[in-house]
């Protein structure tokens, strides 16, 4: 049994607390929010945010950052992007050498450009930092249903620990030393995902989702690689597999506010109705800032920046992208047809 705390109660946060206790784990989350640590430990459900999810008994619920972060075996950083650099500052002064940190949160920091676990590197540098990330919305996580993720981690040692602890019969994960690759795969796809959702707001088709996702991973892919990541992590689980299910998927936040977009809202009025935090939103600035530093060609990030950024419609956006140059498709060489 291994001492395990979550920092950040809500649906992700909550969804994966359930599944450490039920792996066997002593379980604390932590909620910067005392009435929502009062309703959690009180109802043992998230009612707003994870319905029909029942939690154990067995799972604490503090507001009480020390309790939740010290001397545990693992803490999972669970509390939306935005807000991790604030908490891990907070986090620090109870965290050992090599105390085993592992971020479930997908984005890119506005300011600096970096991803989650470099920023946990920088503010907690005795910790042993790791990601984990892939297509698991918290609901069906929640609920027991068939997942798999992968868990990124500097050494082969420390992956296999996080391993150890979230894998079950339910709950599949691979590993991989490619924490960069991972990391921008679940931060960019929420930037295509806002592009896939106003695209169905405005009353698109399959083959318009399809152009999205595939255009969409390309555009990922070159970024990644270009900033030293692997290409068969963006073909992957946190790459294209998250990409998929957040494009296609009823809980996802960002098809959601992008849908909302589509049909007319403004960002602030779709991010209101979503009620949640909409971390693509967060990184597409940053994602097109990568692009810019590292001279790389990304018009569906371009234009979400555009109609989220710069008062273009979405319909605006999607004239724009249909209407580019003619190019090809790969860079293959043309045989020669000679007689």
């Known amino acids: 049994m291994a001492k395990t705390g979550i920092i950040g109660a809500g649906s992700w946060g909550t969804a994966l607390a359930v599944l450490l206790a039920q792996n066997g784990h002593d379980v604390t989350a932590w909620s910067i929010l005392e009435d929502e640590v009062k309703m959690l430990d009180r109802e043992r459900e998230h009612r707003d945010k994870l319905p029909g999810v029942k939690i154990p008994a067995s799972i604490q619920f503090t507001t009480d950052l020390q309790s939740a972060a010290a001397g545990k075996d693992m803490v999972v950083m669970a509390v939306p992007s935005p807000y991790t650099r604030s908490t891990a500052h907070k986090m620090e002064p109870f965290i050992e050498d090599g105390q085993i940190i592992v971020t479930v949160a997908k984005g890119i920091e506005e300011d600096t450009l970096m991803i989650q676990t470099d920023i946990l590197g920088q503010e907690i540098p005795q910790a042993e930092t790791a990601v984990l990330s892939g297509p698991s919305h918290a609901e069906e996580v929640g609920r027991g249903l068939p997942t798999t993720v992968v868990v990124g981690a500097k050494t082969k040692e420390t992956a296999e620990q996080v391993q150890s602890y979230f894998m079950n019969e339910v709950f599949r994960v691979y590993t991989s030393p490619d924490m960069l690759g991972i ?151 043309w045989a020669v047809v000679s007689g």
């Open 183 to 333: 990391e921008l795969g679940g931060s960019l796809k929420n930037v295509i995902a806002l592009a896939a959702g106003m695209a169905d707001g405005l009353g698109f088709g399959d083959n318009t989702k399809a152009a999205l996702i595939t255009r969409g991973i390309a555009e990922m892919a070159r970024l990644a690689t270009a900033m030293g990541a692997k290409a068969e992590t963006l073909n992957g689980l946190s790459g294209i597999g998250d990409l998929i299910v957040t494009c296609a998927s009823r809980h996802s936040r960002n098809r959601k506010a992008g849908m909302l977009i589509g049909q007319g809202c403004t960002m602030q009025e779709a991010m209101d109705e979503v009620q949640m935090i909409v971390e693509g939103v967060y990184s597409a600035k940053a994602a097109s800032a990568l692009s810019k530093k590292y001279g790389i060609s990304m018009p569906i990030v371009e234009q979400v920046n555009q109609v989220l950024f710069h008062g273009h419609s979405a319909k605006e956006a999607v004239h724009e992208l249909m209407l580019r140059e003619r190019r090809e498709e790969s860079d293959g060489s």
